[in-house]
């Protein structure tokens, strides 16, 4: 069985759990300035507005960086070698993902990935990305 | 130039403790060692401390300025243990010379000791659920710090087209600075070859971009510049100072190509009245190969995208026309957790002209640090003479 970290939702970051469990990628959306927000705060990190609403987002994002890793501890090791990325979200926030692909040497900057809900252990399913 | 805050310390006292593979120490022996060795460097006695700026890098050291206080017998009127990582100690400087000129104290000690290498204590972020790291970046397996490293720097080449080889540069350059010091743990030559044919961790970055995992600590000792004259060495005198950070996480720094240096370089030059072209020395982090290629575009000393012909040619090596890093660095001396106290360590001891086979010719040397995933920075612009 994976030893992975899983996340532990918590007051601030439940409903992103919960749409995940539905495969619904949600971020927040600050109802004061209009930018997309993530990771969830309880105020906005642009304006200090604590009006954030959770919406749905499209899924589609571009690789801003990845590493594809070739040395890891051990509850990751049996995945090697495998892709972890920064993606922008097309609405905007930038997160950190692994990419699914059996060619991670082959992904480049500026690709078009999006995203593909699993489970990774016990948690809540996590969004990777996909290479469109 | 106006006087200003910095004008009011020196550094009178640098010393390490052991540093290398210690299973046989703990943290704060080490930070007591350090802290011994300095202010015997400094001719100072113990009870003058009256500042004590402290951190290290185990979990089990909460409130390190307080332990380590309390394991040297001192009551301080200043006392400081703010995180930046590991630039820590170069804000800690800039934090002792606005304590001192406050009123507040007269003598700081600045300790760190790590033993995360023998240590076992792990190293880095906590693992508190409720951290966005622990939900939204944990679960990817990506490899601290490497990773975050490795991110910045596949992303700084893709923009700038920068080669593997150019920054292998800085980590063969390192090496033969170190073959220079009897301290460092490697002796042996380093090509460009042998670091794009080492392990790959997570590409771009290979084993041999990488820095050492050692234990070890250092201190320094910085004092009000009348009794700083009176001190048994030289004084080593503070002209610029700066620090910020930018993010905390890899997946939050505004612009994964410009790190922190970019804000502190140009406050610590114009602080000091200096230019990037008056520094003798650079002593830059080098916690991976590509740490020290940003950072020296961003404090100035060559333009955006141009540190890999920059650090080329042997520019960096010896007998280059840039000395730095002149001990080894990160990358071929050591590098317990937090290394900025070593940056600091190494600039005195040029400046003094007490480096031995490696010393080069220093009245000015910049010393930058780098804390976490490139999230904080701190830059010193230290002389061999007072401010003018």
Redesign the interface.
């Known amino acids: 069985m994976s030893n992975?970290?899983?996340?532990?939702?918590?007051s601030?970051?439940t409903p992103f759990w919960e749409a995940a469990a539905q495969g619904v990628l949600k971020v927040q959306r600050c109802t004061g300035c209009g930018e997309h927000v993530f990771?969830p705060r309880v105020v906005c990190p642009s304006c200090l507005s604590d009006d954030l609403q959770w919406v749905s987002v499209s899924g589609r994002a571009t690789v801003?960086?990845?590493?594809?890793?070739?040395?890891?501890?051990a509850?990751?090791k049996e995945?090697l070698p495998?892709a972890?990325?920064?993606v922008d979200l097309a609405e905007g926030p930038?997160?950190?993902?692994?990419i699914l692909t059996d060619a991670p040497?082959k992904l480049?900057?500026g690709d078009a990935v999006e995203v593909e809900f699993r489970r990774?252990g016990e948690?809540p399913p996590?969004p990777f990305f996909r290479p469109v | 130039m106006g006087r200003n805050f910095r004008d009011a310390v020196a550094i009178t006292g640098a010393a390490e403790s052991e540093v290398g593979i210690l299973p046989h120490r703990t943290e704060m022996q080490l930070h007591a060692q350090a802290a011994k060795r300095a202010l015997e460097d400094a001719g100072i006695p113990l009870s003058e401390v009256d500042g004590v700026l402290s951190i290290g890098s185990s979990h089990g050291t909460r409130m390190p300025s307080v332990q380590v206080a309390e394991y040297l017998g001192i009551c301080p009127s200043y006392s400081d243990s703010t995180s930046l990582g590991g630039c820590s100690f170069e804000a800690y400087v800039q934090h002792a010379a606005l304590a001192i000129d406050a009123g507040l104290c007269n003598t700081c000690l600045i300790t760190y000791g790590s033993t995360q290498r023998s240590g076992g204590a792990g190293f880095g972020g906590g693992t508190d659920p409720w951290l966005p790291f622990s939900q939204f970046e944990a679960p990817w397996g990506l490899p601290m710090m490497t990773g975050a490293y490795a991110l910045a720097a596949s992303r700084y080449m893709h923009l700038y087209g920068t080669t593997r080889e150019q920054l292998a540069e800085i980590a063969v350059a390192a090496r033969a600075w170190a073959r220079l010091n009897p301290d460092a743990p490697r002796h042996e030559p380093l090509t460009v070859e042998d670091v794009l044919a080492a392990p790959m961790i997570a590409t771009p970055l290979g084993k041999l971009d990488c820095c050492l995992v050692t234990d070890g600590g250092g201190a320094v000792v910085v004092t009000r510049a009348d009794r700083a004259r009176d001190a048994r060495k030289a004084p080593v005198w503070l002209w610029g100072s700066a620090e910020t950070h930018t993010h905390s996480s890899i997946a939050n720094m505004p612009d994964l190509t410009v790190t922190p240096a970019a804000r502190t370089g140009p406050a610590a030059f114009a602080s000091a009245g200096l230019r990037p072209q008056d520094m003798d020395l650079a002593m830059i982090y080098d916690s991976f190969t590509i740490t020290a290629l940003m950072t020296l575009e961003d404090l100035g000393f060559c333009g955006k995208g141009e540190g890999g012909d920059f650090v080329s040619h042997g520019r960096i090596a010896p007998d280059g026309e840039f000395p730095m890093n002149t001990q080894g660095g990160g990358l071929s001396y050591t590098h317990p957790g937090m290394y900025g106290i070593f940056l600091l360590v190494e600039a005195v001891r040029q400046i003094r002209g007490e480096a031995g086979e490696r010393q080069v010719p220093v009245n000015l040397a910049l010393v930058h640090g780098t804390g976490g995933a490139l999230s904080a920075g701190s830059t010193l612009i230290l002389g061999k003479e007072p401010r003018r």
């Open positions: 992975k970290p899983v996340p532990v939702p918590d601030e970051t990771y801003h960086a990845v590493t594809v890793v070739h040395r890891a501890a509850p990751f995945d495998y972890v990325a920064l930038r997160m950190m993902t692994q040497e480049a900057i990774q948690g996590l």
